[in-house]
């Protein structure tokens, strides 16, 4: 066990903070020179790109200790002394560094595709800063599916991990689907969109529809002199209806003649004797002559008006007839024109129906493309389906084959925890397949509390480092930030401190913990003693020069 302190001392000021003393930045240091991205890094910082930081690795392969080198912001390291056999010495690039990093740290990682060196380090030097002390079974928790952490897992725990990488597999298959339904949105078909049987009848009918404009295309004859014999129909078809309205107007005029004539009759005398005698007087005989003249002139007008209104009715009657026969003729006429513009158009009549049909073969074409994204979708979901039924019983049927390699996890979890809690919390460590994942559980009894929880983190990452390492599949190596003891009752702070110190002493580990003194006093409390573990110089807040870096920096 090696113990970094940060100290407060009684000189420094009651706003100084141990938390400015760099245990934090050793971390971000270590992550550096083991491959870090040097984007946005902590020591990619304007006021570190003077300086060189250097990490001592003892390798497990013959050739002694090897030293790495990188200038802050640098994306290349540098290797040294550049030893003979070894595939990689001098400058190299991240990417050849992480691949040495990979055969050497984790060898048998090599042939499992879904295992980073780098992830398989954040296990080992967990980071504050990507949230890996949140969950034991994540070393971060950005947006990264379950399926990942699982394979890693599972590689440390000793488990088939290019089996459970299968499990990643399915679920990167699966958000393809994602993607598939993305693509979908930015075809524009309205309410269609996710109705199969909807965008196929669609589908029909717009063929339907094609069809029918491609014949009236075969068909059509552009006729030059379209406009004219357009406007000629226009005008046969207004005077038809003027003809029509003119009709209206004599037919009424024709029936008011009728019933005139039908009314007109010769005004009768012959009931004025019969009148007169009555009343009892007698017309005289010069009285009787005058009526006579007056009743003649009378018959005459009314001839005169009998004779105009027959006159008048042939005069409609042959007005009306000579209007339907023009009417006729107009219509042959039109109906003529008609037939010949019905078989074909102007330009512009075969240029709209040309691009009617452009649109709609635009249409049906969307159609189909999203018909087969539909049916890419739903394959693929009825494949995954399969496939992770399939892994699931693969995966039961392997857990079944290492149970040795399950059961001894499990027991060093329990007695992990037990040396923490003794018998007084119920502890384990369960490992199962699952519908769509590998399910890791460890598990210690009322483990929601941050003390307990972080216990649980402690127990489970020395597992899986002592697992790994008793396999020849991973380093000799593991650390922790000092601030998974924070929070931690003054007994567990303690058991906890001497659990890594006795299973790092017997597994042959190497475990590193940057801690605060205040925490260690804890420890001391309970009869841990830290001081064979302590490192020098020890970091202190007592001034600027006191911290990892020996000076201080916004």
């Known amino acids: 066990m090696n113990l970094i302190v940060a100290e407060r001392t009684q000189r420094s000021q ?44 003892d390798w497990s392969t013959p050739g002694g200790a090897l030293e790495v080198r990188r200038r802050g912001g640098a994306k290349r390291v540098q290797i ?3 030893l003979e056999g070894r595939e990689f010495h001098g400058i190299t690039g991240l990417d050849d560094w992480k691949s040495a990093l990979q055969r050497e740290l984790y060898p048998q990682s090599l042939d499992v595709e879904g295992l980073s060196v780098r992830n398989l380090l954040s296990y080992a030097i967990r980071r504050e800063r990507d949230g890996g002390f949140q969950d034991p079974l994540k070393f971060s928790t950005k947006a990264i599916k379950q399926t ?25 298959k699966q958000s393809s689907v994602t993607a598939l339904k993305q693509a979908l949105k930015g075809l524009d078909l309205g309410e269609v969109v996710g109705d199969q049987a909807t965008i196929e009848g669609r589908a029909r009918l717009l063929g339907h529809e094609i069809e029918q404009l491609q014949g009236q ?12 014999l357009k406007n000629q ?28 004539l039908e009314r007109e009759r010769h005004p009768s005398d012959d009931y004025l004797p019969t009148a007169f005698q009555e009343l009892g007087v007698a017309l005289p005989r010069e009285v009787q002559r005058r009526y006579d003249e007056v009743e003649q002139f009378h018959r005459v007008i009314a001839d005169n008006r009998q004779r105009f209104l027959r006159d008048e009715l042939q005069e409609t009657r042959r007005r009306i007839e000579q209007r339907r026969r023009r009417r006729e003729e107009c219509d042959e006429e039109r109906s003529v024109i008609l037939r010949r513009l019905n078989q074909g158009g102007a330009l512009q009549g075969l240029q709209m129906l040309q691009h009617s049909l452009a649109s709609k073969e635009e249409q049906l074409r969307s159609l189909r493309e999203q018909t087969d994204l539909l049916d890419r979708i739903r ?40 040396r923490i809690y003794s018998d007084s919390r119920e502890a384990f460590l369960t490992i199962k397949e699952g519908a769509k994942n590998l399910e890791i559980r460890p598990h210690i009894e009322n483990d929601e509390s941050n003390g307990i929880g972080n216990m649980r983190m402690l127990c489970f990452d020395l597992v899986c480092t002592v697992m790994a390492h008793r396999g020849g599949r991973g380093p000799d190596f593991l650390v922790h930030d000092g601030r998974l003891f924070d929070g931690v009752d003054q007994r567990q702070v303690a058991f906890g401190l001497r659990l890594a110190a006795e299973v790092a002493e017997a597994e042959g580990l190497q475990y590193i913990v940057p801690i605060n003194s205040d925490v260690l006093d804890k420890g001391r409390e309970w009869g841990f003693n830290p001081d064979p573990y302590l490192l020098k110089p020890r970091l202190t807040d007592a001034d600027e020069s006191g911290g990892l870096f020996g000076f201080r920096f916004d």
């Open 80 to 82: 040294a002394p550049p």
């Open 14 to 57: 009651s706003t100084d903070s141990r938390n400015g003393t760099g245990k934090t930045s050793l971390i971000e240091v270590l992550h550096f020179l083991l491959g870090a991205n040097a984007a946005k890094h902590l020591c990619s910082r304007e006021v570190f790109r003077s300086m060189v930081f250097s990490l001592t690795l």
């Open 379 to 418: 394959n693929i979901q009825d494949e995954v389906q399969r496939e992770l039924l399939e892994l699931k019983r693969r995966a039961h049927d392997d857990l079944r084959t290492r149970d040795t390699y399950i059961s001894e996890a499990s027991h060093l979890f329990t007695d992990y925890a037990r």
């Open 148 to 172: 990942v952490f699982s394979t890693h897992l599972a590689y440390l725990l000793g488990l088939d991990a290019k089996l459970i990488d299968q499990y990643r597999a399915l679920a990167e």
């Open 233 to 260: 129909a226009d005008e046969l078809t207004t005077e038809i209806e003027r003809l029509a309205r003119e009709d209206e107007i004599d037919q009424r005029n024709e029936a008011d003649i009728h019933d005139s």
């Open 217 to 228: 295309i075969a068909q059509f004859q552009v006729i030059p002199e379209f406009e004219r």
